[in-house]
């Protein structure tokens, strides 16, 4: 046999997987024929993919006689490699396998405050059941922490009230809901069926922190009814729970969407609800992705399992 050449001139040829296949089989069979049938190639083939790897790299990987096969020195250092490489191979194809599967890794989903508390139940039930091999992470920020997050890639999926109207982002529609008036016990509104949006001219409102898009969609109701746009808000809050505790303590009245109604005013007698005169102030939820997502088609089958999930939720779920 001649000896293999070590590459003088140009950049050395880089070996190819199937010659460090043929390689790993030969140095862990000792044996030709064995090697061969283990990976489904002829002996031919087989010598002939071990010999351009010795000539790759310049290096002589076997000792072959008549009667054996032996690894050179130099074929026993660079056999452990080649295992190395293979194995690191193999976990790639099955990395690649399980990340072609839908509805598996790790599925990064933004939520925002006035919608986790109520929707992640049923979004948490729909995982468990449907979708047992997702690895569902919920983060739960203001919408414009979760755009930039999903900008940049930290998020994948947004849970979300819309419309959004940035470029790059595809919203998927799950439900409409209406807004339930909240005010104290006793107050002249409460138990009504009929309220007319005018109402909230000269109510006493009680708003969200700046930053929460519920405090923009409640401030948009109140100018579509004719609130004049510098009407004070007498006092906000961080967050629905303590926006409740307010308004039963007297302070003002507050705009609820029907799905935080049952959590946030269960089982407090210092509260009565009313409900709007048809149509109904409202807002949209969705769900939202970047525009051309990998995994778009994912997304909008798990919109779509999701719209059946929340069917029992007090909402129009948009088909």
């Not at 986790?116 to 919920?138: F, I, K, R």
């Amino acid at each position: 046999m001649t000896s293999p050449t070590t590459q003088t001139a140009g950049r050395p040829r880089q070996p190819s997987l199937s010659q460090l296949r043929a390689f790993a089989a030969v140095a862990e069979h000792l044996h030709f024929r064995e090697a061969a049938a283990e990976i489904g190639m002829s002996q031919p083939a087989l010598s002939g993919a071990v010999s351009a790897l010795e000539e790759a790299l310049g290096v002589q990987l076997l000792e072959r006689t008549t009667r054996k096969v032996l690894l050179s020195p130099a074929g026993e250092r660079v056999a452990a490699r080649a295992r190395t490489v293979m194995e690191a191979v193999g976990d790639l194809m099955e990395e690649a396998e399980a990340a072609r599967a839908p509805f598996t890794g790790v599925l990064r989903l933004g939520v925002i405050p006035t919608c986790a508390p109520y929707l992640l139940p049923a979004v948490l039930n729909l995982v468990h059941s449907t979708y047992p091999a997702l690895d569902l992470q919920v983060h739960e920020e203001q919408t414009a922490s979760l755009l930039d997050g999903l900008a940049h890639g930290r998020l994948d999926l947004l849970l979300l009230a819309v419309p959004l109207g940035v470029a790059g982002v595809t919203e998927l529609p799950l439900f409409d809901e209406d807004f339930v008036l909240v005010a104290p016990k006793d107050h002249w509104l409460g138990g009504r069926g009929d309220i007319p949006r005018e109402a909230l001219r000269e109510l006493d409102l009680l708003l969200l922190d700046e930053g929460h898009c519920l405090r923009d969609q409640a401030l948009d109701v109140c100018r579509e009814a004719g609130r004049e746009e510098g009407a004070a808000v007498t006092t906000s809050a961080a967050g629905l729970s303590t926006l409740v505790q307010l308004v039963a303590g007297g302070m003002g009245v507050t705009l609820l969407p029907r799905t935080a109604l049952r959590v946030e005013t269960a089982r407090n007698e210092a509260l009565t609800t009313g409900y709007f005169d048809d149509p109904a102030p409202s807002r949209r939820i969705a769900l939202a992705m970047r525009t051309g997502a990998a995994r778009q088609r994912e997304f909008e089958e798990f919109a779509q399992a999701l719209r059946d999930a929340l069917r029992p939720l007090p909402v129009r779920i948009v088909e």
